[in-house]
């Protein structure tokens, strides 16, 4: 935007740059996208300077990067920090939008671009008596700066997803004790991380504009490198199968999935690869027991699937207890000040982590009061879920673009790609309209139905309706039941230029009378 001579002004909770990675200090807290894909392309000397260590990118040298592209870019200068943007409201005959902060500025602004990220608002769950904890209560989401000292405490953890299942091994590590609250067990796959090898990163270098080019062709906007003939799983027999999971688990990382095609589409197919997975936590944990609470069921991959290190084998540590909370094993019933108390057993700890994760898509764009035309509220346009056209338009909402948003591929793909490829729409939108003399750009109501229309089908072709997972907003209280994301990066951003280059069809413009 700055270097399109247009000023910008930028809102930021935080103290410093790096959204989730600002947020998320939480010990093992890494990438599990490969980080010479997981970073940005649009500025060659920066991808050529910067130099990754680990195949996995630690949220520290994550933060750093984001730190170091603000700097390199002179950009901290458009950014107001420590503040909460609270409302945006427009003016229809104006065509301006006024953003009104927390500490009671005010800014009017032709543009409003919502990058307030997917995974931002933390679920704190509402437990009786969580207030009352005398000790230490952490969420993963947002963890203190000057870290937690586990060192021989008795350490309590809510919630089995990808943040906890990558804190877990490490908080073992020095807690006294730590035990593990588990409402729902998930499927994870070992990362592998490891050093990345110089002449490997030399070697990606030499052709980073290809292999930027392939992984931007991926389902996921990742993983080109990891693509293997991928026949369908009914097409084999069992030996074969088995042969390519174990490839695919010994290689570790996301791509587990993507060596049979319709593993995401055929439940049979699922189930085979989830009884793999299932095989292989039997073997890692010793007490037969634990093997089974650990044990997940449904389809792999439905949830988001985790990567890890040293997830399963952390179980057979002495000083690592497991409890089902699940309806089926012992409920927690309440938070105390020392512990919590589940069924008959208080659990007494010094220290509460919630890794239960977000309030995610819409959380933080719905936390913002954003009024459109005639004060229509976004709470209410999204009363039954959230309706956008390709995730960057709203009807009723003119000159608010929302940066991966609900239907648009987001968390189901690379965000740092997904994130530049909105933003370079978004800036070539408002050139366009720069040199055709449009002040108002709005999506038209059946554009958004059809586009709505179109993420349901393309979603119901997978087994990702099938579970009560965050895409689905089914993990908050009340949300509604909508799956978000659009599945397909690639189809997705062939569609969004095809947009573009018909004169943005499926948007409306409009000239103001009063400029
Ligand atoms: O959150 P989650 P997360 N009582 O929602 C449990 C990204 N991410 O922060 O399944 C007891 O996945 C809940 O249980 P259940 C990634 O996209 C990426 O871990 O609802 N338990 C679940 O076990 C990821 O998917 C990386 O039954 C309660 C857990 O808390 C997303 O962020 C790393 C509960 C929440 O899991 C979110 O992950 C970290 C309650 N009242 C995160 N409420 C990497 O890149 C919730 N739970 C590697």
Redesign the pocket.
């Known amino acids: 935007m700055e270097q399109a001579g247009r000023s910008v002004r930028c809102f930021e909770a935080g103290s410093d740059v790096g959204g989730t990675w600002y947020w ?1 200090r939480y010990p093992g ?5 490969d980080s010479m894909e997981y970073s940005y392309d649009f500025d060659d000397e920066l991808q050529q300077e910067w130099e990754w260590t680990e195949r996995y990118a630690t949220q520290p040298e994550i933060l750093r990067y984001a730190q170091h592209v603000a700097d390199r870019f002179g950009l901290r200068r458009h950014i107001t920090f420590g503040v909460r943007v609270v409302s945006a409201v427009l003016d229809e005959a104006g065509g301006r939008w006024t953003v009104t902060t927390d500490d009671g500025a005010t800014t009017t602004a032709r543009f409003v671009v919502m990058a307030t990220g997917c ?1 931002s608002s933390a ?1 704190l ?1 509402v ?1 009786d008596g969580r207030d009352s904890f005398a000790g230490q209560l952490v969420h ?2 947002r963890w203190p700066h000057e870290g937690v000292d586990f060192e021989g405490k008795r350490v309590g953890i ?9 804190a877990i091994p490490v908080i073992a590590r020095t807690a006294g004790h730590l035990t593990v ?4 067990p ?1 499927f994870t796959i070992p990362a592998r991380n490891h050093p990345l090898d110089p002449v490997e990163q030399a070697a990606v270098k030499s052709r980073y504009a290809e292999f930027r080019a392939q992984n931007r062709r991926m389902p996921g906007a990742f993983g080109a490198k990891y693509e293997r003939p991928a026949p369908k799983a009914v097409d084999v027999d069992d030996a074969t199968f088995r042969e390519e999971m174990e490839f695919l688990w010994q290689q570790g990382g996301p791509m587990f999935l993507s060596g049979f095609r319709d593993l995401m589409r055929d439940p049979a197919a699922n189930q085979r690869a989830a009884d793999f997975v299932r095989a292989k936590i039997a073997e890692l944990v010793d007490d037969p027991e634990t093997a089974a609470r650990l044990t997940p069921d449904g389809f792999i991959g439905c ?2 699937l ?2 890890d290190t040293d997830y399963y084998v952390t179980y057979n540590r002495p000083n690592v207890t497991l409890v089902d ?2 309806d089926a094993g012992e409920p ?1 019933t309440r938070i105390t000040p020392t512990g919590i108390q589940t069924g008959e057993t208080h659990h007494e700890l010094d220290i509460l982590v919630f ?4 309030d ?1 898509m819409t959380g933080s764009l719905l936390r913002v009061d954003i009024q459109g035309r005639g004060g229509e509220r976004l709470a209410d346009t999204w009363a039954a879920g959230p309706v956008t056209y390709l995730g960057l338009g709203v009807s009723g909402f003119p000159n608010l673009f929302t940066v991966t948003g609900p239907g648009s591929p987001s ?1 189901l793909a690379n965000m740092v790609i997904a994130t530049e490829q909105h933003v370079d729409w978004i800036s070539d939108c408002i050139d366009y309209m720069e040199t055709h003399g449009h002040d108002l750009i709005e999506a038209e109501p059946t554009a958004v139905a059809a586009w709505v229309a179109h993420v349901n089908s393309v979603a119901d072709r997978t087994i990702f309706p099938s579970c ?1 997972s ?1 895409y689905l907003g089914a ?1 908050i209280p009340g949300k509604p039941r909508v799956f978000m994301p659009l599945p397909g990066f690639p189809a997705y951003v062939d569609r969004c230029t095809e947009v573009a280059a018909n004169d943005y069809e499926g948007f409306r413009f409009e000239r103001l009378a009063q400029r």
Request: hydrophobic content about 40%; charged content about 10%; proline content about 2%.
């Open positions: 998320n807290a890494r990438c599990d996208v995974l679920n769950p437990i993963t989401g809510i919630g089995t997803g990808s943040s906890g299942i990558q609250f588990q409402r729902t998930q949830k988001r985790v990567v909370v699940s927690i890794a239960t994760g977000f995610a968390v009560n965050w993990n």
